[in-house]
């Protein structure tokens, strides 16, 4: 049974179909990509999957169970979070602290205080800002504030993470440093992920399985070498260069 199972979501916003009868599916300790050009529902099914939009048809399972519909939290509660495109930390909070408040109130909330400081003290530690915890939030460089986004989700437990762009905006050492730590939380963590990226040649290392949108329409799914050979994706995505 798939970790996460997506079967025919549609999302509309008036006359705009979003998602167009989109499946895919996710298994444990995999990293799925997902690519297409800016409006192409991206956002929008993270969104429908995390639980921020309900979707007009379709299904969405975590675990076997339905989540379409519940509420981010709940959803988080199962294993399950995610990261923004657009950062927000807590600005007037230290890394730390804005760590912290997801340890608390994150993947099987209610913990003690010893408990979420340890959380929240190892997932700063992994994504490599332990020598800025006490930092403002606000005050952080853009690569400290994406790295920052997946600290919060690291600290509230979940085994599910779902990164926006995470590598958007940095620079090229800055992005290997990204893309190593992701690896890392696979192989020795045993995360499970599911990526949207437009850091094409990340995404290509990073992915067992690249699902491809166009204008709300899943138009292609499998792996790399041959998601970077497909003449369909080729012609939407690249305008056919080859």
């Known amino acids: 049974m798939s970790l996460l199972k997506v079967d025919g979501v549609t999302k509309r916003f008036g006359g705009v179909t979003a998602l167009d009868n989109v499946s895919l599916t996710v298994d444990s300790g995999e990293v799925v990509g997902v690519m297409g050009a800016n409006g192409a529902g991206k956002t929008t099914l993270f969104a429908v999957i995390a639980g921020h939009l309900r ?31 657009i950062v927000r930390p807590f600005a007037g909070l230290t890394v730390h602290e804005n760590a912290l408040v997801a340890a608390f109130y994150g993947f099987n909330g209610g913990r003690s205080r010893k408990v979420a400081e340890r959380m929240a003290r190892d997932a700063v530690e992994i994504v490599g800002l332990a020598e800025r915890r006490h930092q403002l939030g606000g005050t952080l460089t853009l690569s400290g504030q ?27 050492t800055e992005v290997e440093e990204v893309l190593t730590m992701i690896l890392r939380l696979r192989d020795e ?31 292609a799914v499998g792996a790399p070498d041959l998601i970077a050979c497909d003449q369909h994706v080729l012609d939407v995505y690249y305008g056919g260069a080859a």
Request: proline share 4%.
């Open 55 to 85: 979707p007009d048809a379709g299904a969405v399972q975590l675990r076997g169970r339905s989540i379409a519909g519940m509420p981010p939290h709940d959803i988080c509660g199962l294993g399950l979070t995610r990261t923004f495109q």
């Open 146 to 172: 994406k790295r920052l986004e997946v600290a919060r989700a690291l600290a509230t437990g979940a085994d599910f993470l779902m990164l926006d762009e995470v590598m958007a905006g940095l620079t090229p």
């Open 189 to 219: 963590h045993g995360l499970t992920f599911l990526i949207i990226e437009h850091v094409m040649k990340a995404l290509m290392r990073l992915s067992n399985r690249i699902v491809v949108l166009h204008h709300g329409k899943q138009i």
